[in-house]
């Protein structure tokens, strides 16, 4: 018998803000590495996760969610970071959540260059009614040319063995490009960084300030401890409150949970301190927000 030949190839994930492309990232590579939360917006870089298998190497390209509703620069910047997700892609994974397809996910749709594979994932499958999803399938392959069509549940792990089976026929015949065990391009100070914001966005609740950004100052490693001094990046003195808390207990919390998800990504113990400064205004400030890390 002679054996199927090697694939490997890139795949986008893209969809309107909190569908649930950063928690499928993470249930297709079978470990944490994008951050998620409950709140749109919370990824605001491309991020790639490399997955492995005996046949196939599939690397997963982890996007901010496009919106089309503000437009301030570091709204723009997330968006320019969507449209760049596009070049040196394979297939394109469309997310989106059951029983919704409206005017964002197709403002998205007109973005998708011509002639790449394009998967519809409709996610959530697990917060809808069975007798929904049926109809909601066959309306939704309406919308577009999707060469697949798969129904997951990225938070209950369902579908996604289908959807990797349907991924692998679309990616070209190629060696692999990242090494077998490798799981993803970013370092690990883009790791930690990530990790403190996504413990902004969930520990903060309503009152999380729009405009976060965390900043590493300081990333050094001895042996197997990494010292990481980092700040945490706000628009005004009230939202800098707001994250210290009453007693420093706020900024405590998020300082100790980013740390212990940095000690199990990394392997190896962290010593962490975290700051938080004002910069007014950043998040409309075209070279505050490159300063940043983004765009
Ligand atoms: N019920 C249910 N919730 C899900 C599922 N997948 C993701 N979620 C939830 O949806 C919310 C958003 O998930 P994220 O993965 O952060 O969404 P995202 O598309 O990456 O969002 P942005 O980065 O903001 O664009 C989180 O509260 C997830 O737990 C799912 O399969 N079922
Ligand atoms: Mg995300």
């Given at each position: 018998m002679i054996p199927e030949p090697f694939r490997c190839g890139a795949i986008a994930l893209i969809g309107r803000p909190n569908v649930g492309k950063s928690t499928l990232l993470n249930a297709l590579l079978g470990q944490k590495l994008s951050i998620t939360s409950r709140k749109p917006q919370t990824t605001r870089h491309c991020l790639r996760g490399v997955r492995t298998t005996a046949t196939a190497q599939f690397i997963f390209v982890d996007t901010p969610g496009f919106q089309t509703r503000h437009g301030n620069a570091l709204n723009r910047a997330m968006n320019r970071v969507v449209r760049g997700a596009f070049d040196e892609i394979d297939v394109v994974l469309l997310v989106v959540e059951v029983e919704r397809f409206g005017a964002e996910d197709r403002a998205l749709l007109k973005l998708v260059p011509a002639g790449l594979p394009l998967v519809l994932v409709v996610n959530k499958i697990d917060s809808s009614e069975s007798g929904r999803l049926l109809p909601f399938l066959e309306k939704a392959a309406k919308e577009a040319e999707f060469?697949?069509?798969?129904?997951?549940?990225?938070?209950?792990?369902?579908?996604?063995?289908?959807?990797?089976?349907?991924?692998?026929?679309?990616?070209?015949?190629?060696?692999?490009?990242?090494?077998?065990?490798?799981?993803?391009?970013?370092?690990?100070?883009?790791?930690?960084?990530?990790?403190?914001?996504?413990?902004l966005f969930r520990l903060l609740g309503e009152e999380?300030?729009?405009?976060?950004?965390?900043?590493?100052?300081?990333?050094?490693?001895?042996?197997?401890?990494?010292?990481?001094?980092?700040?945490?990046?706000?628009?005004?003195?009230?939202?800098?409150?707001?994250?210290?808390?009453?007693?420093?207990?706020?900024?405590?919390?998020?300082?100790?949970?980013?740390?212990?998800?940095?000690?199990?990504?990394?392997?190896?113990?962290?010593?962490?301190?975290?700051?938080?400064?004002?910069?007014?205004?950043?998040?409309?400030?075209?070279?505050?927000?490159?300063?940043?890390?983004?765009?």
């Open positions: 060469a697949e069509i798969v129904p997951v549940s990225a938070r209950r792990r369902k579908g996604l063995d289908e959807l990797m089976r349907a991924l692998e026929r679309y990616l070209p015949e190629r060696p692999a490009v990242h090494g077998e065990d490798d799981l993803t391009d970013r370092n690990e100070r883009f790791l930690a960084a990530e990790l403190i914001r996504e413990k999380l300030p729009y405009g976060c950004a965390v900043e590493i100052e300081k990333f050094e490693e001895e042996r197997r401890l990494r010292r990481i001094h980092a700040s945490i990046v706000v628009e005004k003195e009230g939202h800098k409150a707001i994250i210290i808390g009453s007693g420093g207990g706020k900024l405590k919390s998020i300082a100790t949970a980013a740390r212990l998800d940095m000690e199990k990504l990394f392997g190896g113990k962290v010593y962490l301190e975290v700051w938080v400064k004002v910069r007014r205004g950043w998040t409309d400030d075209e070279a505050s927000v490159k300063r940043l890390g983004y765009g």
